[in-house]
């Protein structure tokens, strides 16, 4: 039977506690950072409210943001329509001539917000990416984002444990080893745990590729 100390009772105890405290407290202060953010922004309309009705100041932001909510949604209806959708093209093409960098903004959030089926994070192929060339035995997890004519690939690789940054590789078709049973949000989490995960992840890969494996598939010389 193993003896367990005080002190690593202790020790374990608390590792335990923070373990399961710490994620909830981070996502408590990101909640708590993006209202503050938030509520500083619409400041300016919570004061007129507050001082023209005379609710509190959390009542107030609350009133604005469900305003706010209620304003994209008539928003979002109306470009929904064909006056709308033709009103806000007109708009958005002005603006991108008055604001040159509208037209990148725009692009980014509709990547995160707009639709799915456009963005690479959704749709993107998950595939093994030899950047060094086709006979190198280093490997890097990317989605591909771009198919070209000419059989070339354009690839996202995002670096850990931020998936939402990284480098664009234009690589040959013999280069990438596309991975169609692996889907975008499992291999995003292996990038965000720093590689951790990758063994279970592309398992049946490394089986398949194991050098072992393939030299007692091949017939025998006889």
């Given at each position: 039977?193993?003896h367990?100390?005080?002190?690593?009772f202790?020790k374990?105890s608390?590792?335990g506690?923070?373990?399961?405290?710490l994620p909830?407290?981070?996502l408590?202060?990101?909640?708590?950072?993006?209202?503050?953010?938030?509520?500083?922004?619409?400041?300016?309309?919570?004061?007129?409210?507050?001082?023209?009705i005379?609710?509190?100041e959390?009542?107030?932001?609350?009133?604005?943001?469900?305003?706010m909510?209620?304003f994209?949604?008539?928003?979002?209806?109306?470009?929904?329509t064909?006056?709308?959708?033709?009103?806000?093209?007109?708009?958005?093409?002005?603006?991108?001539?008055?604001?040159?960098?509208?037209r990148?903004?725009?692009e980014?959030v509709?990547?995160?917000?707009?639709?799915?089926?456009?963005s690479p994070?959704?749709?993107?192929?998950?595939?093994?990416?030899?950047?060094?060339?086709?006979?190198?035995?280093?490997?890097?997890?990317g989605?591909v984002?771009?198919?070209?004519?000419?059989?070339r690939?354009?690839?996202?690789?995002p670096?850990?444990?931020?998936?939402?940054?990284?480098?664009?590789y234009h690589v040959?078709?013999?280069?990438?080893?596309?991975?169609?049973?692996v889907?975008?949000?499992?291999m995003?989490r292996?990038?965000?745990?720093c590689?951790?995960?990758?063994?279970?992840?592309f398992?049946?890969?490394d089986?398949?590729?194991?050098?072992?494996q393939?030299?007692?598939?091949?017939?025998?010389?006889?």
């Amino acid at each position: 039977m193993t003896h367990v100390t005080k002190e690593d009772f202790f020790k374990k105890s608390a590792i335990g506690g923070l373990i399961i405290l710490l994620p909830i407290a981070i996502l408590w202060m990101g909640f708590n950072w993006l209202f503050r953010l938030v509520t500083d922004l619409i400041q300016p309309l919570t004061s007129v409210v507050v001082n023209f009705i005379g609710l509190p100041e959390v009542i107030g932001d609350i009133l604005v943001l469900a305003v706010m909510v209620v304003f994209c949604f008539g928003v979002g209806y109306l470009v929904s329509t064909q006056l709308g959708a033709y009103l806000h093209s007109k708009f958005d093409a002005r603006l991108a001539k008055l604001a040159p960098g509208y037209r990148m903004v725009k692009e980014i959030v509709d990547q995160f917000f707009g639709d799915q089926s456009k963005s690479p994070f959704a749709n993107g192929e998950v595939a093994l990416v030899r950047v060094f060339g086709e006979h190198s035995g280093t490997e890097v997890t990317g989605i591909v984002t771009s198919k070209h004519e000419n059989g070339r690939y354009t690839v996202f690789v995002p670096t850990g444990p931020n998936p939402t940054s990284g480098n664009m590789y234009h690589v040959n078709e013999s280069q990438v080893t596309l991975l169609p049973g692996v889907k975008v949000e499992d291999m995003m989490r292996t990038i965000i745990a720093c590689g951790a995960g990758s063994g279970d992840l592309f398992g049946t890969l490394d089986k398949q590729t194991d050098p072992k494996q393939l030299e007692a598939k091949q017939p025998s010389a006889e």
